[in-house]
């Protein structure tokens, strides 16, 4: 059994930062072995990937509309990951979700929600215009 906890989200300013944390926990989970994604959900609106970073870190993956503002990472060592949100917008107002998956190569990054077999309990973020 796999538990992730998403931390880090709040109310902020259009053109602000939050950094979201997750941590990974299990009692034979090995976090080194998962890729991890960032998903998000507006009211009214379906869950959507936002970023995935394979189980080595050597990639990343992201959506269009956040490329250059937001940044994913993971320290293997701790068995977190996290995703910097730089120059936020009021699009940018979900419930944001981390998830995480089994994979067997080092490289992959996968986008669809199906893909992902744990959840976070999300974390809200919300920007002001």
């Known amino acids: 059994q796999v538990q992730l906890v998403d931390s880090g989200g709040g109310l902020v300013q259009a053109g602000g930062s939050l950094r979201l944390s997750c941590a990974a926990s299990?009692?034979?989970?090995?976090?080194?072995?998962?890729?991890m994604g960032w998903f998000r959900q507006a009211p009214g609106k379906e869950r959507e990937f936002v970023a995935a970073?394979?189980?080595?870190?050597?990639?990343?993956s992201y959506t269009e509309s956040v490329k250059g503002r937001f940044t994913i990472s993971r320290d293997n060592a701790k068995n977190t990951v996290f995703l910097q949100m730089n120059n936020l917008k009021p699009e940018d107002t979900a419930l944001y979700y981390c998830?995480?998956?089994?994979?067997?190569?080092?490289?992959?990054?996968?986008?669809?929600?199906?893909?992902?077999?744990?959840w976070g309990q999300g974390t809200q973020v919300t920007v002001s215009s």
């Open positions: 299990g009692r034979t989970f090995s976090f080194s072995r998962y890729a």
């Open positions: 970073i394979s189980r080595s870190a050597s990639r990343t």
């Open positions: 998830a995480a998956t089994f994979v067997n190569r080092a490289a992959e990054v996968p986008e669809a929600t199906g893909r992902y077999n744990y």
